[in-house]
């Protein structure tokens, strides 16, 4: 099953049924080219400019992939018969039949739960010992490879699916972390930190949902955290906050994600439920330490807590550190890697050892990280 929004030719904004209409003579000349009978093919097109968001049948959506995997040579086939010279026909660019098929795939693998969390450590800036992790979603497709969340989350958000993944995610991050928990009795306070997507927050019972895996998991609400871009406050404002509230009432923590990129009611900012800011990381990679600086301060006299986000060398930890940055995160520490590793990580630091975060000493032998 699938869900289809309309797509329209970039050439003559018409719909690509429009297009290819009417389709009886393409459609004869493709059936012969890729040996596929005429239903399947007449079919396929109409499929491929549907021009209404709906649910297809099985046997449509085979049509569907007959389409989407020919439609270089259906455009070219149409092209040819209607004797063009500039193609006048584009049924979809190679990015849109992309996101058609990830989003035709995103269906089962939501069912299959392929989804896997690679965790990011935040460290504590003085001390280089993690405090808490992020979970960020994985998808290792079965031919595609990694696709990235910035496509997938999106996919999910238009087709409805964030729901059962946004909760299916949350699961397994807050299982992890009683693992490590419990595992790791030695270190203090662990927590992790998970992303909530806009549509989420319209859901009214997602509180509700929040609550229940942490009961399951027997985790202490102050454990978790959510992650929230301040671009998730745009639509329905008030419903979100809503939502936002009844999560905070229940104890958990609330972060603004990639503050700085969005648009920021700074006035508001002492309004919303929110405990810490995460500054992110292109002020980091663009070495805006003024701007750094201006919202560390900031969030000071508002009583929020920080973690910058991108930190990818020493001289960004030493420098963040002296403009008074308490937390980090970043690939100088780690990328996100897989429990695993993590649990590696955790191994070392209860055994004393944690990232180098002090400058390097002329003459000393340091330790590299871990
Ligand atoms: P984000 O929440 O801001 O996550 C941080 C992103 O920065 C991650 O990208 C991480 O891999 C990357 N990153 C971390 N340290 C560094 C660094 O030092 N340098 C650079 N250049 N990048 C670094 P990723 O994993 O590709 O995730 C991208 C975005 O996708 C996330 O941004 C978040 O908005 C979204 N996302 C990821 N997982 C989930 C999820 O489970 N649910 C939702 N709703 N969104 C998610
Ligand atoms: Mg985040
Ligand atoms: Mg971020």
Known sequence: MVHLTPIHSAETSATALDCVHPITDVSLLICHELRTPLTSINGALKLLGYQQNGTLSDDAQRLLTIAINNADRLTRLANALENQAVP?????????????????????????????????????ADSGQIVGFEALARWQHSTRGAISPEVFIPLA????????????????????????????????????????????????????????????????????????????LIDNKDLALATLADLHQ?????????????YSSLGRLRDLPFDTLKIDRSFIRNKNWAMSEAILMMAERLNLDVIVEGVETLDDVLTLRSLGCKKMQGYYFSAPAAAADIAALLGQQGGGRCFQVDPPVLGAVLDANF
Request: proline share 4%; glycine share 4%; net charge negative.
């Open 250 to 262: 229940l104890g958990i923590q609330l972060y603004i994600d990639d503050f700085g990129t969005g």
């Open 88 to 124: 006048l026909l584009t049924l979809l660019s190679t990015t849109e039949m992309d996101l058609l098929q990830i989003e035709n795939d995103l269906h089962r693998a939501v069912e299959q739960q392929e989804f896997e969390l690679a965790y990011q450590p935040i460290v504590a």
């Open 157 to 232: 958000e238009k087709t409805g699916l964030i729901g059962t993944l946004g909760r299916s995610l949350l699961d397994q991050a807050c299982q992890q972390l009683r693992q490590w928990q419990t595992e790791f009795p030695a270190i203090p306070a662990l927590s992790i930190s998970v992303n909530l997507s806009a549509v989420q927050l319209l859901q009214p019972q997602l509180a509700a949902e929040v609550d229940a895996i942490l009961r399951r998991h027997h985790l202490d609400p102050s454990s978790l955290k959510l992650e929230v871009t301040e671009s998730a």
